[in-house]
């Protein structure tokens, strides 16, 4: 089983950014792709940024530009730092991970989520 936990959450201000990190433990034999999704209230979740083991990454159209991911495979951690941010990037930030488990099955988990805020 591989956990996910997101740090770095918060309340900012429009314009200001903010630095999400999401690290992963337990056992596995390997964690392919990581990524960010996020669900504002009333909404869907939805893909903000997506990153591959090799470092291949894709985002939504709409972030491009004021988001980046990035991840460090030594530490199993996966980064998004989120700049120039609007009141409309206000929702619940959640990471997940492709993981192939030790009996080479593959399934997806998810942290708990973590709250960013941004105010006018």
């Known amino acids: 089983q591989v956990q996910l936990v997101e740090f770095g959450g918060g309340s900012v201000q429009a314009g200001g950014s903010l630095r999400l990190s999401c690290v992963a433990s337990g056992i596995a034999f390997s964690i392919n792709a990581m990524g960010w999704y996020r669900q504002a209230p009333g909404k869907q979740r939805e893909l903000v940024a997506a990153?591959?083991?090799?470092?291949?990454?894709n985002y939504a159209d709409s972030l491009k530009g004021r988001f980046t991911i990035s991840r460090d495979n030594a530490k199993f951690t996966v980064y998004l730092q989120m700049n120039s941010l609007k009141p409309e990037d206000t929702a619940v930030y959640y990471c997940n991970a492709d993981v192939i488990t030790l009996d080479r099955s593959s399934l997806r988990s998810w942290g708990r989520g973590t709250q960013v805020t941004v105010s006018p």
């Open positions: 990153i591959t083991s090799g470092g291949s990454t």
